[in-house]
């Protein structure tokens, strides 16, 4: 009978024994899990901050990529101006030399096309009187023809710039036009008004006087001096 309870007793010892090393093994296991469930939450949390940072930079590409198609679609536009632009002008020197034909090969006005700008130089022979601002006969007949291919132009600006030799103004004259830059500025306004009259916009048109100070040949020659003395009626963009 005792040795039957020893038997017992060692198969329990066995048992708890047993019980004891799966119960240590399976807290070691769960603790195993517990640190892989710890890492898997970190990587996750990696993972959606790593995502979250991924969309705001697709939003953000996407934001710059719209911001350059705007820009693109602009700029395009902006080309199809200047085109648009380049081709009237082009129009119109093809209609100003046809219209002036006679002047440019009396060679009283010339004109030239650069950088944007279209440029009708007109000797002051074909205008004005020596000392004087108003248009004579010749010259408004001349404006006239001038007028018709302007009258035209919408979406430009108009600049008539006078210019003079350096010949300083004296006597009774220097009355009304006490330098060179007052003699120009009333014969740039002189042949605006005509322009106007003739069906110019005039929400277009400006007049400048330069006097003596921007020439383009040598004052110390009556050819140089007479030269200088000229009116440009300029064709440009409009400024922004």
Same mark, same amino acid.
């Given at each position: 009978?005792?040795?039957?309870?020893?038997?017992?007793?060692?198969?329990?010892?066995?048992?708890?024994?047993?019980?004891?090393?799966?119960?240590?093994?399976?807290?070691?296991?769960?603790?195993? =899990?517990k640190?892989?469930?710890?890492?898997l939450?970190?990587?996750?949390?990696?993972c959606?901050n790593?995502?979250?940072?991924?969309?705001?930079?697709?939003?953000? !590409?996407?934001?710059?990529?719209?911001?350059?198609?705007? /820009?693109?679609?602009?700029?395009?536009?902006?080309?199809?101006?200047? /085109?648009?632009a380049?081709?009237?002008?082009?129009?119109?020197?093809? =209609?100003?030399?046809?219209?002036?034909?006679?002047?440019?090969? !009396?060679? =009283?006005? !010339?004109?030239?096309?650069?950088?944007g700008?279209?440029?009708?130089?007109?000797?002051?022979?074909?205008?004005?009187?020596?000392?004087?601002?108003?248009?004579?006969?010749?010259?408004?007949? !001349?404006?006239?023809?001038?007028?018709?291919?302007?009258?035209?132009?919408? /979406? =430009?600006?108009i600049?008539?710039?006078?210019?003079? /030799?350096?010949?300083?103004?004296?006597?009774?004259? *220097?009355?009304?036009?006490?330098?060179?830059?007052?003699?120009s500025?009333? &014969?740039?306004?002189?042949?605006?008004?005509?322009? *106007?009259?003739?069906?110019?916009?005039?929400?277009?048109?400006?007049?400048?006087?330069?006097?003596?100070? &921007?020439?383009?040949?040598?004052?110390?020659?009556?050819?140089?001096?007479?030269?200088?003395?000229?009116?440009?009626?300029?064709?440009?963009?409009?400024?922004?």
């Amino acid at each position: 009978m005792k040795y039957i309870s020893v038997v017992a007793a060692g198969a329990m010892c066995v048992f708890i024994l047993t019980g004891c090393a799966e119960l240590k093994e399976l807290r070691i296991e769960t603790s195993e =899990q517990k640190g892989m469930i710890l890492q898997l939450e970190k990587d996750y949390q990696i993972c959606l901050n790593e995502l979250k940072q991924t969309k705001e930079k697709v939003s953000q !590409a996407e934001s710059d990529l719209e911001i350059m198609g705007v /820009d693109l679609r602009n700029k395009q536009i902006e080309l199809e101006k200047k /085109d648009i632009a380049v081709r009237k002008q082009s129009e119109a020197f093809d =209609q100003m030399s046809e219209a002036m034909k006679e002047e440019l090969k !009396a060679k =009283q006005v !010339a004109l030239k096309e650069l950088e944007g700008k279209l440029t009708l130089t007109m000797i002051e022979a074909i205008l004005f009187d020596s000392g004087k601002a108003d248009v004579k006969g010749a010259g408004v007949d !001349a404006l006239k023809k001038v007028a018709q291919v302007l009258k035209n132009i919408k /979406d =430009q600006e108009i600049i008539v710039a006078g210019y003079t /030799d350096n010949v300083k103004i004296g006597g009774i004259l *220097a009355r009304t036009y006490p330098t060179n830059w007052e003699l120009s500025a009333a &014969r740039a306004i002189s042949v605006v008004k005509i322009l *106007a009259a003739e069906g110019v916009d005039p929400h277009i048109l400006a007049a400048a006087g330069y006097g003596e100070y &921007r020439p383009v040949a040598n004052n110390e020659t009556p050819e140089g001096r007479a030269e200088n003395r000229r009116m440009e009626i300029i064709l440009m963009p409009k400024l922004k």
